[in-house]
């Protein structure tokens, strides 16, 4: 990890303008010193992502989840509401929940059996005053409930913040639902297990970001998806300190199969166009006239992450139906190869960050400003 001036000085190159900038330093991808710095300022100091809406479907369904070391539970109540709460008992710390599972009352925990309500209400202490007495006043109920982060849902991707000052989610997230005002109130449908995969990648979490913002690698990386949609068919789309991403105006795949239903209503430039948003930090989105697409980046450390790709629908119908299952599956390998692709690219630029003459490379001002937006936001963060 730079000493404090040097990697100061680092930043503020990345925060130039991008024809002048350069990318960020060696070691924001292979020192697990500055791997600790970027889990507080990167991602516990702001929304990140955690999962998705549709692993709890059910009231009383919860999900355990280890984001970046920190123990979380999603789950959703008994009104249907989604919440996410430290997966931790608030006696001794025990972890509450190891396996994903339904909870038709409370939870409990495996150490002293306190038990939780599905809202996070401490509802039983036994023998909390000795054998056979339930109270006591070293312990009020009342303020002694699951521990509840703020959390919210965009487009079936689900999102927490640890931070007391963070924004609200809805204005942390409005660039974006303004944006895509078209898509951003509807409901979306997950295609079940056929349209979830993972894909394992020997690379620092922030290199998948980088691709992913651009189309410049298009021609050599995609020959399959060039053939259709080519470079000049794509455009750069830039939020300051948000999102990047970028955009096709020929988006017309041929499954061979039964065409999916168009989300109703849509305005006509969707009949072409398709969007690929990365929603700062850990969320790829993908946005088309008949079906959405995340990819949530789990960091597994300095060099390796997991991608979690989840697939949605316009219908449930078009979602789960017989009639479109040969289309979900052509539509699942279309995109999965697509990602494949990307791997050895990522992985490429893993190693390279291991060569100490790399200063962190140079931007094209006319192809590489999404990616420059993301590192700009990335120098930022660390910056505070």
């Not at 960091?299 to 289309?327: D, N």
């Not at 979900?328 to 697509?338: D, E, I, M, S, Y």
């Not at 100490?356 to 660390?382: Q, Y």
Request: charge should be negative; charged fraction near 20%; proline fraction near 7%.
């Amino acid at each position: 990890m730079p000493d404090g001036n040097d990697l100061t000085r680092a930043l503020g190159d990345v925060m130039r303008p991008v024809g002048e900038a350069r990318g960020l330093p060696n070691a924001l991808y292979t020192d697990p010193a500055a791997e600790a710095v970027e889990r507080q300022r990167v991602f516990l100091g702001g929304w990140s992502c955690i999962g998705f809406a549709h692993e709890v479907p059910q009231p009383g369904d919860a999900v355990p989840i280890d984001h970046l070391g920190t123990p979380l539970l999603m789950l959703r109540d008994r009104d249907g509401q989604l919440r996410v709460f430290e997966n931790v008992c608030r006696h001794r710390g025990m972890i509450l929940v190891e396996t994903a599972r339904n909870f038709p009352g409370v939870i409990r925990c495996p150490y002293h059996s306190w038990c939780y309500a599905l809202d996070g209400s401490l509802r039983a202490t036994p023998h909390v005053g000795g054998p056979g007495v339930n109270h006591h006043a070293s312990v009020d109920r009342s303020r002694t409930g699951l521990t509840e982060l703020r959390s919210g849902v965009f487009l079936g991707a689900v999102f927490v913040t640890f931070s007391a000052h963070a924004p609200e989610f809805e204005d942390w997230i409005a660039p974006l639902t303004e944006r895509w005002s078209d898509f951003a109130d509807r409901p979306v449908f997950h295609g079940g297990a056929e349209a979830s995969f993972a894909l394992e990648l020997s690379a620092n979490w922030k290199l998948a970001v980088e691709n992913y913002c651009e189309s410049y690698h298009l021609p050599w990386v995609h020959p399959s998806l060039n053939t259709y949609s080519k470079l000049e068919d794509h455009y750069h789309i830039e939020m300051p300190r948000c999102f990047s991403g970028q955009g096709t105006t020929v988006y017309a795949p041929d499954l061979g199969e039964t065409a999916f239903p168009d989300f109703p209503n849509l305005p006509s430039r969707w009949a072409r166009a398709a969007e690929y948003i990365a929603l700062y930090p850990n969320v790829l989105f993908g946005v088309h006239r008949d079906h959405t697409f995340a990819i949530r980046l789990e960091p597994l450390g300095q060099g390796r992450t997991r991608e979690h790709v989840e697939i949605f629908y316009s219908t449930p119908e078009a979602a789960t139906g017989a009639a479109f299952a040969a289309s979900r599956q052509a539509n699942t390998t279309l995109w999965k190869q697509v990602f494949k692709e990307d791997i050895f690219v990522v992985e490429g630029m893993q190693r390279g960050r291991s060569a100490p003459g790399f200063d962190g490379g140079r931007f094209s001002a006319v192809m590489d400003s999404p990616t420059h937006c993301f590192h700009d936001w990335v120098a930022d963060r660390l910056a505070r």
